[in-house]
Every structure is written in structure tokens, then in C-alpha cells.
């Protein structure tokens, strides 16, 4: 990895100019969003935070004490919107899961640091209204995460959050589970990215707290994916979080053939898919 070749960072990273169909796929996105909000009974715009962006979307299950899917958004912490991502609900509502879909604020707004901390709030307010004992479930309900690209940043640092220090009335482990797609797990060469460190401002003191692939080992099981047609940096990382964790954490780490960064969320809203399957798994429901 040349560390400070802005170009080759640049390319690696920049997963836009890498897809040559990615205006089509992300215009997809809300549109078929908004078919799915108009199809499900959901709680849109819940708050869970006094900032603009600690927003969420519920999609509920039918039945009480259901388990719960919360996916996590990318755009590289600065773009995109949780409106954008109510497509991948449906398909596991229909499968007996409720589906949390948060927002956070965007750089450079606001920091990685802090958005890391609004996901870890989200949890919270997942935990204490949908999840404990008395949401109509003698027992808790599972809770596990999906997260995709920066997403998936967020959702291994869920992973190794310790929910005490957020609140004593959290468990000591919130979340049974994530499956982390796409993600990025070492900050490091973001810095040496033009077209992201102009918003993200990353400081390597900050990459060093940010940056999960480095942290202590938390129980898992944390699930890697990626697409296969990625570019080999995505691939790298993609591998990293399953070297540094280990198997007994990262139990699993797989390539989707003929997959790009942005397509690979096809095969999670896709019965038949392989990430699909996983997400079911980690919901007790597979």
C-alpha cells in the first residue's frame, strides 16, 4: 500500500468513479425506499438524540419480542441518508424481523468520533424501547446489526462498545451479533485520501481511536463481507478485520463473485442471497 500516493488512494477508494452504473444504483435507492415506507407500518423520524441527525426509522415486526435488525448507512460518514435505506427492510419484516434504520450527522459537521458515539446512542434507545424485558417479551430480543461500507466501520465499533459506559441499565453485551459488509476497519489510508479527508479531517491520533481492526479483541461474531469486483483495498480491509480478530470472533469472511461495492446490497434484500441467509442467522431466524 504506497502510504502517501494520493492518486492511488484516491482510486482505491473512490467507489463512484470505480462503478461505472453507480447513478443508477443510487437513485434506485430511495425510490424503491419510499415503495417500502408506503408498504410497511413504520415510526419514521423517532428521535433519539437532540442533534438534527439522531433520527430513526422503526419497521416492526408483527408479532411482540420479535428480533431486531438495525442496519447502519454508509456514504463515507458524510453523505447519503437513512431515507435512502428503507428498502432493505421489507424483506426481513416479512421474515419475522423488526428493522431499525438510524441516522447520524454528517462530516464535517460533525466528527467520525462523534458519529461513532450517535451510533452507540442509537443502540441505546434501541435497547430501552424495542429490546428489554416489558417491550411485550418476558425476555430481551435479539439484537444485531448490519452495516454496509462506513456502516460497517460503525458496526464493529458497536461491536467493541462497552455499553456500561454508556448506561448502567444497558447489558454488558447489547448486540448478539453483526454482519459487517463492505467495510472499512483501519482509518489509517483515509488520511491519504483527497476526496474524503477534506471532510473528514481524520487526525492519526483519531485513527488510532477509530480504527476497530486495532482494538482488542471483542466477542463476536462479527461476519465480513465484500464484493468481489471491489477494489483490492475494500478486499484488503475486508480481510483485516478477520486477521487482526481472529476466527473466533470473525468466524467468517467472504467475497460475493460479480459484486460491487454498491450492488452487494442486492444480494442482502435478496432471499436467495448469500448475505441475506447470514443476516437471518445472526437474527435466530435462519
Known amino acids: 500500500m504506497p502510504l502517501h500516493n494520493s492518486a492511488w488512494h484516491d482510486a482505491q477508494y473512490n467507489n463512484r468513479a470505480r462503478v461505472a452504473d453507480h447513478a443508477r444504483i443510487l437513485a434506485r435507492w430511495p425510490a424503491e425506499s419510499a415503495l417500502a415506507r408506503s408498504a410497511l407500518a413504520g415510526q419514521i423520524d423517532v428521535a433519539f438524540g437532540d442533534m438534527p441527525g439522531q433520527r430513526l426509522d422503526v419497521f416492526a415486526a408483527a408479532r411482540p419480542g420479535a428480533p431486531i435488525m438495525v442496519f447502519i448507512h454508509g456514504g463515507y460518514w458524510r453523505s447519503l441518508d437513512k431515507a ?50 416489558g417491550q411485550g417479551a418476558e425476555a430481551p430480543a435479539r439484537v444485531m446489526l448490519v452495516g454496509h461500507s462506513a456502516g460497517a466501520h460503525l458496526a464493529a465499533m458497536l461491536l467493541a462498545c462497552r455499553w456500561k459506559l454508556l448506561g448502567e441499565d444497558l447489558p454488558l453485551r447489547l448486540l448478539s451479533g453483526a454482519l459487517a459488509i463492505s467495510g472499512l476497519y483501519d482509518l489509517e489510508p483515509l488520511r491519504h485520501t483527497p476526496f474524503l479527508q477534506a471532510d473528514l479531517r481524520l487526525t492519526p491520533a483519531q485513527v488510532r481511536r477509530l480504527s476497530p481492526a486495532f482494538f482488542p479483541r471483542p466477542r463476536g461474531p462479527l461476519l465480513a463481507m465484500a464484493g468481489g469486483d471491489e477494489s483490492p483495498e475494500f478486499i484488503r480491509q475486508n480481510q483485516l478485520i478477520r486477521d487482526q480478530w481472529g476466527p473466533s470472533t470473525v468466524p467468517m469472511c467472504e467475497l ?31
Open 256 to 286: 460475493l463473485p460479480g459484486r460491487n461495492h454498491f450492488d452487494v446490497l442486492d444480494d442482502l434484500v435478496d432471499p436467495a442471497g448469500r448475505s441475506h441467509a447470514l443476516a437471518l442467522r445472526l437474527l435466530g431466524l435462519g
Open 84 to 133: 435512502d435505506f428503507s428498502f432493505v427492510a421489507p424483506p426481513f419484516v416479512q421474515a419475522g424481523a423488526t428493522v431499525v434504520v438510524p441516522n447520524y450527522d454528517l462530516c464535517p459537521a460533525v466528527t467520525v468520533e462523534t458519529i461513532a458515539l450517535q451510533s452507540a446512542q442509537a443502540l441505546a434507545w434501541v435497547w430501552r424501547h424495542l429490546a428489554a424485558p
